[in-house]
T-cell receptor, first 111, second 114 residues
Framework: GEDVEQSLFLSVREGDSSVINCTYT??????LYWYKQEPGAGLQLLTY?????DMKQDQRLTVLLNKKDKHLSLRIADTQTGDSAIYFC???????????FGTGTRLQVFP | EAQVTQNPRYLITVTGKKLTVTCSQN?????MSWYRQDPGLGLRQIYY???????DKGDVPEGYKVSRKEKRNFPLILESPSPNQTSLYFC?????????????FGPGTRLTVT
């Protein structure tokens, strides 16, 4: 079945850029999503990208999609301590209502 | 305020004692879903519902039941909980128009089965 993979941890210094990577196997993906989970809270949709786009920018967030390699990344510019959270990549396959989540990447921002 | 609520937030129970985790949304969403979150495994879907009286299995439905008698509510039932169901559970909803990708999540229910 479809699979979405992420590295488990990322540690960055405050003010630096963070890049969280994700790979997926589903070649029929229509949309790919990034969700953020703050400590003790549920997931919150951060941003998403349509599968025919290469890049999407939203303030400090930049999503890059390499459809050929099935690789998605989320770049957070000027990372702040408030960005410390778990970030989930998720894949929505064509004509389905099933969202496949990755394992999540825990981002730790240190001063 | 648009939200998904879950109750209880924390629950410790013993093996075999039936329990229900409630989920309610106030956004008139058609789609609702239950997930469990376990370390290193991400979120796995347990059951989902496309609308009232329509439910379907997700990836890990064994040991769980759901019902969708009203649009706003989607309770998760564990008839005979076992220790391997110790987990963090999330309910989520989305509108048919927005699609299943844009889900609103509840705050989570941390369940411990001893």
């Amino acid at each position: 079945g479809e699979d979405v993979e992420q590295s488990l941890f990322l540690s960055v210094r405050e003010g630096d850029s963070s890049v969280i990577n994700c790979t997926y196997t589903d070649s029929s993906s229509t949309y790919l999503y990034w969700y953020k989970q703050e400590p003790g809270a549920g997931l919150q949709l951060l941003t998403y990208i349509f599968s025919n786009m290469d890049m999407k920018q939203d303030q400090r967030l930049t999503v890059l999609l390499n459809k050929k390699d099935k690789h998605l990344s989320l770049r957070i510019a000027d990372t702040q301590t408030g960005d410390s959270a778990i970030y989930f990549c998720a894949d929505l396959a064509f004509n389905t209502d099933k969202l496949i989540f990755g394992t999540g990447t825990r981002l730790q921002v240190f001063p | 305020e648009a939200q998904v609520t879950q109750n209880p937030r924390y629950l410790i129970t013993v093996t075999g004692k039936k329990l229900t985790v409630t989920c309610s949304q106030n956004m008139n969403h058609e789609y609702m879903s239950w997930y469990r979150q376990d370390p290193g495994l991400g979120l796995r879907q347990i059951y989902y519902s496309m609308n009232v009286e329509v439910t379907d299995k997700g990836d890990v439905p064994e040991g769980y039941k759901v019902s969708r008698k009203e649009k706003r509510n989607f309770p998760l039932i564990l008839e005979s909980p076992s220790p391997n169901q110790t987990s963090l559970y999330f309910c989520a909803s989305s509108s048919r128009l927005a699609g299943a990708g844009k889900q609103y999540f509840g705050p989570g229910t941390r369940l411990t089965v001893t």
